[in-house]
Antibody, heavy 120, light 112 residues
Framework: EVQLQESGPGLVKPSQSLSLTCSVT????????WGWIRKFPGNKMEWMGY???????SYNPSLKSRISITRDTSKNQFFLQLNSVTTEDTATYYC??????????????WGQGVMVTVSS | DVLMTQTPVSLPVSLGGQVSISCRSS???????????LHWYLQKPGQSPQLLIY???NRFSGVPDRFSGSGSGTDFTLKISRVEPEDLGVYYC?????????FGSGTKLEIK
């Protein structure tokens, strides 16, 4: 069974970078796509971006200048870096597998999420 | 960006009852490949979102047939019949036809 687990600091200072890791077990990240989604206080959900099986990336234009998604295939992990954070980046961050192909294009397996607070 | 408008925001329901959640998009969700990439998720309290319905009306593995999806173009509905306690939580629609992917604002299903 595919399992995803986010990890990273729960508190980040404004103007610093937020860095999270998603560890995947039961499936290789060299197949399919792997994404980051965040949920703000109050239920709003935002797709942030994803990385493909080949390492190519796609980002939400609202974040494009601040976001980077990378991976380490040897560890079967992928990573999120969000630069110059503000209090508006306070959210619960989820990683998820994105099935992309004819007749697909959805997130099926999700991690349990990690809450990140941006505060001085 | 495609705006996804979900109604209602909150939905009180009696156990055993039936409810419908609406999701409307600001533009058609029919992809150039002919498919409509509109999906439904449930986020139960303290859990991550789980996929219920993909491509409008297809139940994901293990999802009971009490859940059904319908719609086309810009207007979609999730129907839940014989509501059980495990169905409570926040429901989201997601469109992945257009870039960037966008979610609905959520509908909280709660006990009346």
């Amino acid at each position: 069974e595919v399992q995803l687990q986010e990890s990273g600091p729960g508190l980040v200072k404004p103007s610093q970078s937020l860095s999270l890791t998603c560890s995947v077990t039961g499936y290789s990240i060299t197949s399919n796509y792997w994404g980051w989604i965040r949920k703000f206080p109050g239920n709003k959900m935002e797709w942030m971006g994803y990385i493909s099986y080949s390492g190519s990336t796609s980002y939400n234009p609202s974040l494009k200048s601040r976001i980077s998604i990378t991976r380490d295939t040897s560890k079967n992990q992928f990573f999120l870096q969000l630069n110059s954070v503000t209090t508006e980046d306070t959210a619960t961050y989820y990683c998820a597998r994105y099935i992309r192909g004819y007749n697909s294009h959805y997130f099926d397996y999700w991690g349990q999420g990690v809450m990140v607070t941006v505060s001085s | 960006d495609v705006l996804m408008t979900q109604t209602p925001v909150s939905l009180p329901v009696s156990l055993g009852g039936q409810v419908s959640i609406s999701c409307r998009s600001s533009q058609s969700l029919v992809h150039s490949d002919g498919n409509t990439y509109l999906h439904w998720y449930l986020q139960k309290p303290g859990q991550s979102p789980q996929l219920l319905i993909y491509r409008v009306s297809n139940r994901f593995s293990g999802v009971p047939d009490r859940f059904s999806g319908s719609g086309s173009g810009t207007d979609f509905t999730l129907k839940i019949s014989r509501v059980e306690p495990e169905d409570l939580g926040v429901y989201y629609c997601l469109q992945s036809t257009h870039f960037p992917l966008t979610f609905g604002s959520g509908t909280k299903l709660e006990i009346k």
